[in-house]
């Protein structure tokens, strides 16, 4: 399984990037894709997922992008994009998409762990300047 997330780069403070990720050989309609970040010297974090089926499994938003991160899915590209908008400086991380052997997001106690994720992507470094 090869993941490849695209679309970082530097951008001001209350602006906008759309990320994208990307599969070949493996359907990412099949399963749910998460987007998670990391940013220097913090741990990895969860930032949003999307289920096969988003009428039974509603998407998952950490709660430091919720209002301003959308994620979405084109089973056609097999690419799952991350819609950013409103970036803060606090949002510079490597993104990373990655996806669980899973229909729905592994959510548990409104907490999605990096743990639960089978395959990773390598990341894109998305850079928000104050």
């Known amino acids: 399984v090869q993941l490849q997330a695209s679309g970082g780069g530097l951008v001001q403070a209350g602006g906008s990037l759309r990320l994208s990720c990307a599969s070949s050989g493996f359907t990412l309609g099949g399963y749910a894709t998460a987007w998670f970040r990391q940013a220097p010297g913090k741990g990895r974090e969860a930032v949003a997922c999307i289920g096969r089926s988003i009428s039974s499994s509603p998407a998952y938003y950490g709660d430091s992008v919720k209002g301003r991160f959308t994620i979405s899915r084109d089973n056609v590209k097999n690419t799952v994009y991350l819609q950013m908008n409103s970036l803060k400086p606090e949002d510079t991380a490597t993104y990373f998409c990655?996806?669980?052997?899973?229909?729905?997001?592994?959510?548990?106690?409104?907490?999605?762990?990096?743990?639960?994720?089978?395959?990773w992507g390598k990341g894109t470094l998305v850079t928000v300047s104050s």
């Open positions: 990655a996806v669980p052997e899973t229909a729905a997001c592994p959510v548990v106690r409104g907490v999605m762990p990096h743990e639960a994720m089978d395959y």
